[in-house]
């Protein structure tokens, strides 16, 4: 090789290795190695948050079949309490006649099942009012009385605030409905603000009140222990509240309560 030929040979070479060196160190390829670190950071981070959130799912799937083994165990349980408190021969025992409220809304027609499970159970006579006006209560109450059978027992569905309960043709106030309920016995109020109507009816020696935030499953397991209870015996509604707490998930105990009238 001439001298010539070393010298283009050894130029070339310089150019080649000077190219390499551009792209190796060019401000495109920085960026792009910058840019793929980034995603690798995002991908580990992802993967990090992925792994939590598997932890999470599995964990509260753990506790839903906790939930439910804790439910079919007291569903049993109540079962066998039912056995064994209202054996084969307990129709003997003669329903409860109780007159039943409930207002326009279908979400209130909840309670109208309960009542039909516990009239073909022969636990409950009932007679609804539904949609329920004040007029057509108070009419049929002074018809009963008229007969010489005033209503005892009442269940109620229906909106109410702090000053009374809303029938379809207004509202009536906690006066209006003392006189109008003068005679009852136990009273269940089933609405939203209940516990503030409860406490304007002194005239009632018993009223329970659920609170609108009670689940509706809930509101008709109570409603179904605490009717079935006081069948078993009407002489203790106090004691039947009690009872059907104790069959109730514990949960139940937090939206209801009992008025017991001072004059009890």
């Not at 070393?6 to 910058?34: I, K």
């Not at 980034?38 to 792994?51: D, G, S, T």
């Not at 018809?143 to 209503?151: A, I, N, Q």
Request: charged share 25%; with cysteine.
């Amino acid at each position: 090789m001439d001298w010539f030929s070393l010298v283009v040979a050894t130029l070339a070479l310089g150019l080649s290795g000077a190219m390499y060196w551009h792209r190796r160190h060019s401000p495109v390829n920085e960026d792009l190695a910058a840019e793929v670190k980034q995603l690798k950071a995002q991908i580990l981070q992802l993967r990090q948050e992925n792994e939590g959130l598997r932890a999470v799912n599995n964990s509260l799937m753990k506790r839903v079949l906790i939930l439910e083994t804790e439910r079919a165990e007291w569903q049993m349980e109540r079962q066998h309490y039912t056995a064994q408190k209202y054996p084969s021969d307990a129709c003997q025992v003669a329903p409860l006649k109780t007159l039943v409220v409930i207002g326009p809304d279908r979400e209130l027609d909840r309670d109208l099942t309960v009542f039909r499970k516990l009239q073909a159970q022969q636990k409950i006579k009932f007679r609804r009012l539904r949609p329920a006006s004040a007029k057509s209560l108070e009419r049929y109450l002074e018809r009963k009385r008229m007969d010489k059978h005033p209503v005892e027992y009442a269940h109620f569905s229906l909106h109410s605030n702090h000053e009374g309960l809303h029938f379809n043709d207004g509202l009536m106030g906690g006066v209006k409905l003392s006189e109008l309920l003068a005679g009852m016995r136990v009273l269940v109020l089933d609405s939203c603000e209940g516990d503030w109507v409860a406490d304007l009816l002194g005239v009632v020696p018993f009223v329970i009140s659920l609170m609108e935030e009670i689940e509706m499953h809930d509101a008709m397991l109570f409603g179904e222990a605490f009717w079935s209870e006081l069948w078993a015996d009407p002489s203790d509604p106090e004691g039947a509240y009690e009872r059907a707490l104790d069959i109730c998930p514990p949960v139940v105990g937090e939206f209801a309560e009992l008025h017991v009238s001072s004059s009890t």
